[in-house]
């Protein structure tokens, strides 16, 4: 399922935006003056989709629209309503309808209004959930992520009341439509806040979640160490499997009557390709590469054992393709835009780089522009699944004008590789370059 159509009504009491999604390259570019909505935009539709029901619920509009390709129709309007207590409540109303299916269900959160002891401490953990930008870095403290603010459990309470039920156990559950809905897209957002993410140290005292924020590089690196590692397992695994069998296929080998001298040779050579370009890549170590010639002529034995050979191999190297080819175009990328230094990957280090006499250089020291530009290619390379839509907010920021021009292009060779929309909110022309049949622009209220 993907997106045709994103609309809001009376956001902020003042703007009704329509964006069509570009479906033929998979690109919407949203841009507009300061407070026209984009930025918000993008969380009400990342609200809806990752159950993130605050920034909906934390913005005045009266519906929010999202058209899909199958001809199905989510609604979402929103509602002030009296309480039990006589008191005003915010109410989500999701209305959602398909051929075959019209479904409705509403969502009025009870507000935290009393004291802060009506919340067990087992219900700590779940805080974060319900006020965005906030992540939980201790027992009984929480980082604001906007503005850096190490907050209280009181300060929390204090500063977003309205966030917060009384009894998170008593909130409403989604009903298996809605669960359906949302898990038929992905979305992703990166938002404008992305040098800095969770360290995966963690700690059993407060739900075993990440404890401290550190680089997005580092961090980073260090995932795409274990990713490679997760692979080389995978490898290691299938190699035992098919080694294992290697005598009694070889015995039971019959040479196809087609099959050539010159094709095994061409074949053969295909092969050491791919091996030195995994070792290029770092998925595969140098004193892996074995440059197999066959000098002497190859007789019909030969050509049997070579032929399960080359089979086996093939089977086993196809493991790293498509990381491979994240890597490589990683690489490409930031040793294009990156100058005096170099990145390499490893391993057992991930992306590392060094300096032009060859030093190593720490992904924490580069500049902030640098960072923006690395993390910004890494999360599409490797953090996004196939067929989502991705939701960027300025992507310009720190990065040099003559990287900004080079945005688009770049994006459109990751897209080709992962597959996947994106919706932009930006602010620079230079970002949109020469592509504004891609644009759509948020106007003010017609007069």
Same mark, same amino acid.
């Given at each position: 399922?993907?997106?045709?159509?994103?609309?809001?009504?009376?956001?902020?009491?003042?703007?009704?935006?329509?964006?069509?999604?570009?479906?033929?390259?998979?690109?919407?570019?949203?841009?507009?003056?300061?407070?026209?909505?984009?930025?918000?935009?993008?969380?009400?539709?990342?609200?809806?989709?990752?159950?993130?029901?605050?920034?909906?619920?934390?913005?005045?509009?009266?519906?929010?629209?999202?058209?899909?390709?199958?001809? +199905?129709?989510?609604?979402?309007?929103?509602?002030?309503? $009296?309480? *039990? !207590?006589?008191?005003?409540?915010? =109410?989500? &109303?999701?209305?959602?309808?398909?051929?075959?299916?019209?479904?409705?269900?509403?969502?009025?959160?009870?507000?935290?209004?009393?004291?802060?002891?009506?919340?067990?401490?087992?219900?700590?953990?779940?805080?974060?959930?319900?006020?965005?930008?906030?992540?939980?870095?201790?027992?009984?403290?929480?980082?604001?992520?906007?503005?850096?603010?190490?907050?209280?459990?009181?300060?929390?309470?204090?500063?977003?009341?309205?966030?917060?039920?009384?009894?998170?156990?008593?909130?409403?559950?989604?009903?298996?439509?809605?669960?359906?809905?949302?898990?038929?897209?992905?979305?992703?957002?990166?938002?404008?806040?992305?040098?800095?993410?969770?360290?995966?140290?963690?700690?059993?005292?407060?739900?075993?979640?990440?404890?401290?924020?550190?680089?997005?590089?580092?961090?980073? +690196?260090?995932?795409?160490?274990?990713?490679?590692?997760? $692979?080389? *397992? !995978?490898?290691?695994?299938?190699? =035992?499997? &098919?080694?294992?069998?290697?005598?009694?296929?070889?015995?039971?080998?019959?040479?196809?009557?087609?099959?050539?001298?010159?094709?095994?040779?061409?074949?053969?050579?295909?092969?050491?390709?791919?091996?030195?370009?995994?070792?290029?890549?770092?998925?595969?170590?140098?004193?892996?590469?074995?440059?197999?010639?066959?000098?002497?002529?190859?007789?019909?034995?030969?050509?049997?054992?070579?032929?399960?050979?080359?089979?086996?191999?093939?089977?086993?190297?196809?493991?790293?393709?498509?990381?491979?080819?994240?890597?490589?175009?990683?690489?490409?990328?930031?040793?294009?835009?990156?100058?005096?230094?170099?990145?390499?990957?490893?391993?057992?280090?991930?992306?590392?780089?060094?300096?032009?006499?060859?030093?190593?250089?720490?992904?924490?020291?580069?500049?902030?522009?640098?960072?923006?530009?690395?993390?910004?290619?890494?999360?599409?390379?490797?953090?996004?699944?196939?067929?989502?839509?991705?939701?960027?907010?300025?992507?310009?920021?720190?990065?040099?004008?003559?990287?900004?021009?080079?945005?688009?292009?770049?994006?459109?060779?990751?897209?080709?590789?992962?597959?996947?929309?994106?919706?932009?909110?930006?602010?620079?022309?230079?970002?949109?370059?020469?592509?504004?049949?891609?644009?759509?622009?948020?106007?003010?209220?017609?007069?």
């Amino acid at each position: 399922m993907r997106i045709n159509k994103i609309s809001v009504s009376q956001l902020f009491g003042v703007f009704n935006h329509v964006i069509h999604l570009n479906r033929e390259e998979g690109i919407t570019i949203i841009h507009g003056p300061n407070g026209f909505g984009k930025t918000v935009l993008l969380r009400m539709v990342n609200g809806f989709f990752n159950s993130r029901y605050s920034e909906l619920r934390n913005v005045e509009f009266t519906e929010f629209r999202v058209d899909f390709d199958d001809g +199905s129709i989510l609604r979402v309007e929103k509602s002030l309503e $009296k309480n *039990s !207590e006589n008191q005003p409540e915010t =109410q989500l &109303i999701f209305h959602f309808k398909k051929p075959g299916l019209n479904r409705r269900q509403h969502f009025s959160p009870s507000l935290f209004r009393e004291s802060r002891n009506l919340f067990k401490s087992s219900s700590l953990n779940i805080i974060e959930s319900y006020v965005p930008n906030l992540k939980r870095i201790a027992a009984r403290t929480w980082l604001y992520l906007p503005t850096n603010e190490q907050l209280s459990l009181e300060d929390v309470f204090q500063r977003f009341p309205d966030y917060l039920p009384i009894d998170p156990t008593e909130v409403k559950q989604e009903e298996e439509w809605l669960l359906k809905l949302k898990n038929s897209l992905k979305i992703r957002f990166i938002e404008v806040q992305r040098l800095l993410s969770f360290s995966d140290i963690r700690n059993s005292e407060f739900g075993n979640r990440p404890v401290s924020l550190i680089a997005s590089v580092a961090t980073y +690196s260090q995932e795409l160490a274990k990713n490679i590692q997760t $692979k080389l *397992s !995978e490898y290691g695994t299938l190699c =035992q499997s &098919i080694d294992r069998t290697f005598p009694a296929r070889v015995v039971n080998q019959k040479v196809a009557s087609n099959l050539t001298e010159e094709t095994l040779r061409n074949k053969l050579s295909e092969i050491e390709k791919k091996r030195f370009r995994l070792i290029e890549a770092g998925l595969l170590d140098k004193d892996e590469e074995h440059d197999f010639q066959v000098e002497k002529e190859i007789d019909d034995r030969t050509k049997s054992i070579l032929s399960v050979y080359i089979e086996d191999v093939e089977k086993k190297l196809m493991i790293f393709q498509e990381i491979a080819n994240k890597i490589e175009l990683f690489k490409r990328l930031i040793n294009t835009r990156f100058r005096y230094k170099k990145m390499t990957v490893r391993k057992d280090k991930g992306f590392t780089f060094t300096t032009p006499d060859g030093n190593p250089l720490s992904p924490t020291n580069l500049s902030s522009g640098e960072q923006h530009e690395l993390v910004l290619f890494y999360e599409l390379l490797f953090k996004v699944q196939p067929n989502s839509l991705i939701l960027i907010d300025e992507p310009e920021v720190s990065l040099h004008v003559a990287w900004q021009v080079e945005f688009l292009k770049d994006l459109q060779e990751i897209i080709k590789l992962a597959n996947f929309d994106v919706l932009v909110a930006t602010h620079s022309p230079d970002i949109i370059n020469d592509r504004w049949d891609l644009t759509v622009e948020l106007q003010g209220p017609t007069e």
